[in-house]
């Protein structure tokens, strides 16, 4: 009986986490936030809030991070297929120049990819 | 916010395009209380507020007025050392709660050690341990806090991070302690085992791996650093008459500033008065200082050893060179390296993928492993998933590069991004543009050869050809105000197309041509066309001389060959590198450098276009190809080699479109630019290496494959020093690339042979 229990809930752990990961997650871009002045990316615990971003496609644009982590995972966002990075100042609010891009969705990230997060260039 | 300072503010500006806006945004401004003076710069966009106001009420001002405003960000040196600042906070903050963390479980671990008693076999352990259990969970909440809170926002946004892992880790820990003690009547006698020091300590491993990587990590990035205190904060600047001190970010266009010996350049500018020697090492690590006069250009961040200059500020703040220099630094450092692609997917779905495993080799044990079945269940579950973080995969790349972009720059290299310094690490083939990389770039009169006085004749052709425009009528003059010849009048002065020149000077008629020219003229050539071909044959261009219709010399302009060529050329052959020449010149002369410097492939007689044709040519052979030029005319080789260098560092333009920038023309550089980055990306292979073996090892070792020899399973402790270390040890790896020195110090081999 325990042992048919336990068993049961660790595969039911192995399932939550690979449903919940990878096949859950891909229903956000509706969400997408409007970049503008005003927004502020919060760099917290683990993840860019608002994680999707959207900007205008072929237009240069201001991104406004805001970093509350200390954990030095955070201190660098990198734009790779940007080609744009730069490194977040504690508590404060680091702008950062995203170059004029074609439609299209354009994942950025931590140094260690822990963080991440999608601009939308719409 | 309400932000008051007595020292003036700067505010950037937006939508100011006339004199009319100044006005308007100024007469704006003496309305807003505490004001004493605004006074806007239309120049670079500024506006500077003095006196004790609110900058939010200038900011509303200048929109009311309807243009847009914002405080000007504060220098990026001011930035550096906030983030400095911040940085040690936060390291002493991980050490505290390591400490308190260590604090409690090392105690714990000791007495599990010595009495072997972590069980619960009585009410008496149970209510004690009851007790350390609910002092775990503060230690845990209070060191460890972050980790759990950061795990939850992170797993709300279908992401998992270190944090989970630890969080899953710990907390699994605490929770089946925490049920031995409250129901161990559910669990058979062997399982009663509490786990209390492994949450305990693992918190305080992790916070002291931070910590110390915090502190390397600091290190990393001392390059920039220098880079931003060569950066001078305050500058002397010269208003009617009177020279006062202002703060570096108040210095406009167009002001004239003092500079004294011993202090250095503040902005970029041109002496308008004033003559000294500027060390400019630190920008083009060229060592010997330069000297400067009336008209010369400075660079911020350069020292002015012996002279005091005056000098006219033409780029301020984020445009100077040495601002642009730090930001592509700082791009090019966290750019990303293709190497790392591999790494960077395999840590993009880690996490989750280590927790499946984790439950998948606890269940194995739970179901086939010896007793005590429960027991070794947790120990298995905790340590795969303490063990597993990826944090130094992901730092592997990033630190490695970060340290050798900035050792590049200390160097006068500087790499555009990660790429580039790969592809530089195994490039077969450098094509050389020969003017002005293998050679000086300015022709020099080489040798005169004369009937009577050479002083005289050279006088005489000097003062001929100060009428001339051609770049070779330049080194005579050069060679006669070398050697002090005065210069006079000249008469009837003619060009004669495709030939020569012809004046009168001091009532002679003198002619300086080719050979063509004293054959039209009918002057007997004499023994002068073998000297002449002599001279042409080392890869000189030899002209002929006639004073009143009769020889009087030869002589023969050269554009030398650069004194360090020789010795680069060989230390890039000993690299690995097949050195192929191309130059617009004449074969001959060519030829005559090629064999001079041990050049065997050699291109003349190009156009600029033919350029990168021959580079294309050499990669359709399957050559990977540098190409070496000074940036201008070379640009479409440039962009078509596989890692294009851009000599001398002469325009902005260069500095953003190269792949490579060498701050001096020296083709040292090049063999310094690759030697950087084949050393470091022989450190980010151990540093993937090291973090690939301790992820593929750690993993089934903490999972238990060892047991059947040793007997023991790896304890969560264990696992947990294991993962904070490791990623110590991956940024403690980049950092010996601060070691890093080129194979030939170029400043010495300077001064042999020039
Ligand atoms: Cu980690």
């Known amino acids: ?122 | 916010m309400s932000q008051r300072a007595a020292s003036p503010q700067t505010f950037r500006l937006q939508g100011v395009s006339c004199a009319g806006c100044v006005k308007k945004i100024e007469s704006a401004l003496n309305e807003v209380a505490g004001v004493e003076e605004a006074r806007v710069n239309l120049g670079d966009k500024t506006l500077l507020v003095h006196g004790p106001v609110n900058a939010q009420a200038c900011i509303r001002a200048v929109e009311s007025a309807g243009y847009g405003a914002e405080v000007a960000q504060a220098s990026a040196r001011e930035l550096r050392e906030q983030q400095r600042e911040e940085e040690h906070r936060h390291y002493r903050h991980l050490l505290w709660r390591a400490g308190i963390a260590l604090g409690l479980g090392v105690p714990l671990m000791v007495w599990g050690l010595i009495t072997g008693e972590m069980g619960v076999h009585s009410s008496v352990q149970q209510f004690a341990w009851g007790t350390v259990g609910l002092v775990t969970l503060g230690v845990l909440m209070f060191c460890g806090g972050h980790f759990f809170s950061g795990a939850w926002r992170a797993l709300l946004h279908h992401s998992a991070t270190m944090d989970t892992l630890v969080a899953l880790g710990t907390g699994t820990a605490w929770l089946f302690s925490m049920l031995v003690v409250l129901l161990p009547q559910l669990l058979p006698e062997s399982a009663r085992h509490v786990y209390f020091e492994a949450s305990a300590m693992i918190i305080g491993l992790i916070n002291l791996g931070q910590a110390l990587e915090v502190r390397a990590r600091g290190k990393t990035s001392a390059a920039v650093e220098k880079l931003l205190e060569l950066q001078d904060t305050s500058a002397r600047v010269i208003r009617s008459g009177k020279e006062v001190d202002i703060p570096i970010a108040q210095v406009q266009v167009g002001d004239r500033l003092r500079v004294r010996p011993g202090e250095k350049i503040p902005v970029d500018g041109r002496v308008v008065d004033g003559e000294s020697l500027v060390d400019e090492s630190m920008l083009t690590g060229e060592p010997v200082p330069v000297s400067k006069a009336a008209g010369d250009a400075l660079s911020a961040g350069t020292l002015n050893k012996n002279g005091s200059l005056v000098l006219s500020a033409e780029k301020v703040g984020a445009e100077t060179r040495l601002s642009q220099i730090i930001e592509m630094v700082k791009n090019a450092q966290s750019s990303r390296v293709p190497i790392a692609r591999l790494a960077d997917t395999i840590s993009a779905i880690f996490v989750p993928t280590v927790m499946v495993i984790a439950v998948a080799a606890a269940l194995i044990w739970y179901n086939f492993g010896p007793d005590p079945k429960v027991a070794h269940m947790l120990v298995v579950l905790t340590s795969v998933l303490i063990i597993a973080c990826p944090c130094a995969l992901g730092l592997a790349t990033p630190m490695s590069v970060m340290v050798g972009v900035g050792k590049g720059a200390e160097n006068g290299v500087l790499v555009r991004n990660g790429k580039a310094l790969q592809q530089a690490t195994d490039l077969d083939t450098l094509v050389v543009d020969k003017t002005g990389t293998l050679t000086e770039g300015a022709p020099k009169l080489t040798d005169i050869e004369s009937e009577g006085d050479e002083d005289e004749l050279l006088q005489r052709l000097a003062n001929l050809e100060s009428h001339s425009e051609h770049p070779l009528a330049e080194a005579i003059v050069t060679a006669a105000k070398a050697k002090n010849l005065p210069l006079g009048e000249v008469n009837n002065f003619e060009a004669i197309t495709a030939h020569g020149v012809r004046g009168d000077v001091d009532g002679k008629t003198i002619l300086l041509g080719n050979r063509k020219l004293i054959q039209r003229e009918g002057i007997e050539t004499g023994p002068w066309p073998e000297k002449a071909e002599a001279l042409a044959a080392q890869g000189r261009t030899a002209m002929y001389a006639a004073v009143d219709g009769a020889m009087a010399g030869v002589i023969a302009v050269a554009d030398p060959v650069r004194h360090d060529a020789q010795a680069a050329v060989k230390r890039l052959q000993e690299l690995g590198l097949r050195i192929e020449m191309l130059t617009g010149d004449n074969k001959a002369t060519a030829e005559a450098v090629a064999r001079q410097l041990g050049i065997e492939h050699v291109h003349a007689d190009l156009l600029p276009e033919d350029k990168e044709t021959i580079v294309a040519d050499l990669q359709k052979g399957g050559a990977r190809v540098g190409m070496a030029g000074d940036g201008i005319n070379d640009a479409p080789a440039l962009a078509r080699a596989d890692v294009g260098f851009a000599m001398g560092a002469g325009t902005d333009v260069a500095i953003e479109s190269a792949d490579v920038t060498l701050m001096r023309s020296s083709l040292h550089g090049v063999a310094d630019a690759v030697e950087l980055s084949r050393a470091t990306l022989r450190n980010i292979k151990q540093n993937l290496f090291g973090a690939f073996i301790y992820n593929t090892l750690g993993i089934p070792i903490a999972a238990g494959v060892l047991y059947p020899i040793t007997g023991m399973l790896l304890s969560p402790v264990i696992a947990g020093a294991a993962m904070a270390f490791s990623s110590v040890t991956v940024v403690s790896n980049a950092n010996r690339l601060r070691l890093f020195r080129p194979s030939q110090d170029s400043a010495k081999s300077n001064g042999g042979d020039a």
């Open chain 1, 1 to 122: 009986m325990e042992s048919v229990l336990i068993n049961f809930l660790g595969l039911a752990a192995i399932a939550c986490t690979l449903w919940w990961f990878w096949l859950a997650p891909k229903q956000q871009k509706s969400q997408a936030a409007e970049a503008s002045e005003t927004l502020e990316i919060l760099v917290k615990d683990g993840v860019y809030e608002p994680e999707w971003v959207r900007v205008a496609a072929g237009k240069e644009t201001l991104l406004h991070f805001r970093r509350e982590d200390t954990s030095p995972c955070a201190e660098w966002v990198l734009f790779p297929d940007l080609e744009v990075s730069a490194q977040l100042a504690v508590d404060k609010v680091t702008q950062v120049k995203i170059p004029a891009a074609d439609a299209g969705e354009y994942p950025f990230h931590c140094q260690m990819q822990m963080y991440r997060g999608t601009l939308v260039a719409e």
